[in-house]
């Protein structure tokens, strides 16, 4: 026994201490509560795999703990169980890791902010339920993390909530993932009714039992349910649209939640229950598919936001498609190493904007920045690190997980690769569009006097900046070889493996024409392409598609037809009917009650000659015998 | 148990006959008058018309239950006089009247 529920239940604790008592704490103890649950349960992780053997070589096998039975209910038996194997043990660091840092962070970010207890005390939660998703060893107790982590993203995208647009964007949050979390729901019933239970390691080996030639109609509905389910949570085509939205919450609560851990939830998922995708090949395909075309999609939507965070948003879910482009095409660890190569440079990306916005007193607009470089350097030179790790520049973490999955991706089908190649451009571009329109040209914005961010920022923005450029040398598809065997390195043609070195390249050199030399260049595109442009800075529409298809439908079906017509029409109708209709009969009724008491008499009377003249006609005796 | 039988000079339909001579004024009564205190009496006249069929029955088919039975209504009877009693007393404290009539406000 290792203990692993305390890792969980350290943020829990961190959680109900603030969440309770936190108003009256001054905020060196709620920093130290919430700050050092999370270091605590970091600690605990790290002691807990290296007793495990997890950084020498060991934990090949899972490593099981089962605390008390959940739920007994005829055969199916679910416990409360926590398991660690190698993929648990990255997604434990990358989770408590970047949390430490994030929280660290959060201090700084959050010291003007009102709710300050508040927040940490969510943030806690987060935790609390991420270790539960990551840690748990069956799919219900799997669900329970992955709801509550839906939930605090809820609370913490809606936290600013004297805003209309946070509470929606959190509203919208919610509604999206319940459509995701439905298809989940339906996939877990049905493995509960084609495995019988709901525990992985079972579950998995049955699954692994299966003849591989031939795959069943149900495994396919199972995978097919579970993908609903991740591209909810992970924010892919066609579930994607809450994600750009949740940047109304605090930029620390984007760069954990929205970035680095929570919706990587569904990658892992798939990952996790890579022994029933493997069984249909059609999940694959569609997984590959969504994945590049959310990929390319957001990408495209990226290149013309204004809003630093929204083109952080949109890159999210272009890398979050990449990540599925890996599981579809089989590279289960490329996906789980872009996860974490994801993780260090777009927390880094989320905090840099973070620090950038706190420099600026809340602007976020990049048409009000520029020349920043000079005036916070610090954040300057992290959010380069950061953005050569996305564009892919050779070398850097995100060169080596984009290059798996791309090479991975060539095999599968060689235009996915050509298509995933020109995304990975694009977003070289737009990333360095921001950091050129940031840092670079002349200050446009009207804050006076922007001002370098505090240590307790920078300093884990220095650390994250350390792991986006050499994180991709932490050997993930190695490591993860006991779980996801590694294909066959099949190489790339030379014409495509020079195109992936160079392509970074090619995208911040584009930018950098685009952004400094010729700072008009953009403009004049912009209207010589007028209708692309309007199209792709709208976002496609796809928000008001989906307003017009889906959301008006629903909310003028309900007001009409369900609350007008159904509930207060039929269902409050007959209620009220009845009561109308017993009064009507009672106002009737009540004259014979005339209070005399010589009146009723004759009543009874009359009843009682009624009842013996009836019984000397027809002979009933009315159950009176001799 | 030695048979014992009728008197032969009053025959059984006299009994119940005379039960339900006594029965009918009692009914009639109960209709009719507007003094509470008569109305009450009638029930009791009523009660008693029963009791006297019951014993006739019993007596007739050799069977102790009739005469327990009048012994219950006798005793409900007892009771039943003592809280009416109090009722009536009641009502003509507060309405200083007996007639049944006046005595409606529970109505509709």
Known sequence: MQNLWIIPLLPLAGFALNGLFGRRFPKAVINTIAVGSVLLAFLWVLKSLSALGAFSGGLEETHVEHYFTWIQSGVLNIGVDFAVDRLTAVMLLIVTGIGTLIHIY??????????YYRFFAYLNLFMFF????VLAQNFLLLFVGWEGVGLCSYLLIGFYFTEKFATDAGNKAFIVNRIGD???SLAIFLITIHFGTLDFGSVFSQAKALPIETSPGWITAIALLLL???TGKSAQIPLYVWLPDAMAG????SALIHAATMVTAGVYMIARSSSIFLHSPLALNVVAVIGIATAFFAATIGLVQNDIKKVFAYSTVS????MFVGLGTGAFSAGIFHVMTHAFFKALLFLGAGSVIHALSGEQDLRQMGGLAKKIPITCGVLFCASIAIAGVPFTSGYFSKDLILESAYEYAPWMFWVGLFTAGMTAFYVFR???????GKYRGKVHHPHESPFVMWGPLAILAALSLGGGFINIPKYLEPLFPLAEGSKLPPLASFSLLSVGLVGIALAYVMYVLAPGLPESLASSFRPIYTLIYNKYFIDEAYDSAVVHPVIDGSRSLLWRTIDAGAIDGTVNGVGKTARAIGSVLRHAQSGYIRSYAGWVVAGAILVVIVMGLTGISFGVTR | MPEIPLPQSVPLAWYLILSAILFSLGVAGFLFRRNV?????SIELMLNAVNLSFVTFSYKFKQVDGHIFSFFVMVVAAAEAAVGLAIILTIFKNRQTLEIDEVSSLKN
């Open chain 1, 130 to 133: 991420m270790l539960t998703l």
């Open chain 1, 182 to 184: 439905f298809g989940f």
């Open chain 1, 434 to 440: 921001a950091f050129f329109l940031a840092f670079t």
């Open chain 1, 319 to 322: 890398q979050l498609g990449y």
């Open chain 1, 228 to 230: 609903v389910g991740a």
């Open chain 1, 250 to 253: 605090p930029t620390p609560v």
């Open chain 2, 37 to 41: 205190i008569t109305v009450f009496m």
């Open chain 1, 106 to 115: 959060a201090v700084g970010y959050m010291a003007h902010e009102g709710g």
